[in-house]
């Protein structure tokens, strides 16, 4: 229960923007507007870079953000930012952590001003979600603006169960609402599907999504990556407040960079020609994306 003090100071920074970011500017031009406050869902297929993007994305906000991980080990969570903050490849990371001295120093300073804190272990629980909160609480004073859950069916009793995996998106609601976090959840979409085999770089519509879940948040992305080329596709699939388009057949284009946790915005071949000219016999129409940082 809720004074009406306590409600407005709870929710009176809720429906603001979140922060924008590059990599998403032309998922933004097409409409999409993640707020503070909102249930976000990113569904996708096995293998198709959901955390990577989650962590990707937190990090690039940089707000004080709790990130539940069951389905990545703290090494590797740990390493991938280290990665994405120094650009080396993870391996790199790695050997440089063992290596120790100057290697393991530039490392940790590379994180030191990221405003995020990690809760690993699986299954996730809500009474070590209570707990995890309740100690971030009592180290700053406040609520964490963002909270990630990595992922929806690494909840206790919710791999298979649609019981519980619609109560843990009741869960994620209501702890958006009593503390004013934007709550970010990862879900699987069918690899089964006959778009999953005839289609498999394309964002998985609505319906692919597992129990139906897509259609309980604020928003919801459907991603799928290419490997061919590393282009991350992201469709809107549910936008309460704004356009989607739950068949995901308008989706954007990104370039995704998996060994260093990375993604950038891609631009049409025509506008970077335009920009800088080449000879002819260098154009490739075939080639639809480039990385627009050349």
């Known amino acids: ?26 998922l933004y031009a097409m409409g ?67 290596e120790g001295g ?45 909270v990630v859950f990595d992922n929806l069916m690494d909840f206790e009793g919710a791999e298979s169960d649609y019981t519980e995996q619609m109560a843990v998106m009741q869960g994620c609601t209501e702890l958006a609402r009593d503390t004013g976090a934007t709550v970010i959840i990862l879900h699987h979409a069918s690899d089964k599907a006959w778009e999953a085999k005839t289609n498999p770089w394309a964002p998985p519509s609505r319906d692919q999504v597992k129990g139906g879940l897509s259609e309980k948040p604020e928003l919801s992305l459907a991603v799928a990556l290419d490997p061919t080329s590393m282009a991350y596709n992201v469709a809107c699939i549910k936008q309460r407040m704004g356009p989607c388009d739950p068949t995901a057949s308008r989706y954007t284009t990104m370039i995704c960079e998996p060994e260093y946790t990375r993604f950038k915005r891609a631009v049409p071949r025509e506008i970077v020609q335009a920009a800088k000219p080449r000879p002819q016999a260098e154009w490739s129409p075939s080639q639809s994306v480039v990385d627009s940082f050349g």
């Open 1 to 26: 229960m809720l004074t009406a003090g306590r409600s407005l100071a709870l929710n009176a920074e809720s429906g603001r923007e979140l922060p924008r970011i590059e990599a998403f500017a032309d």
């Open 32 to 98: 999409v507007c993640p707020r503070h406050g909102e249930v976000v869902m990113i569904a996708g297929r096995s293998g198709t870079q959901k955390s990577g993007l989650a962590l990707f994305w937190v990090a690039q906000m940089n707000l004080p953000t709790l990130y539940f991980s069951a389905d990545m080990s703290a090494f590797t969570a740990s390493s991938r930012l280290a990665s994405m903050m120094t650009r080396d490849t993870t391996a790199m990371v790695e050997a440089g952590m063992a």
């Open 102 to 146: 100057q290697f393991r120093a530039d490392y940790l300073a590379a994180l030191a001003h990221l405003n995020l804190t990690f809760s690993f272990g699986s299954p996730i629980t809500w009474r070590a979600v209570q707990e995890e909160m309740e100690a971030y609480v009592e180290l700053w004073d406040a609520y964490p603006q963002v």
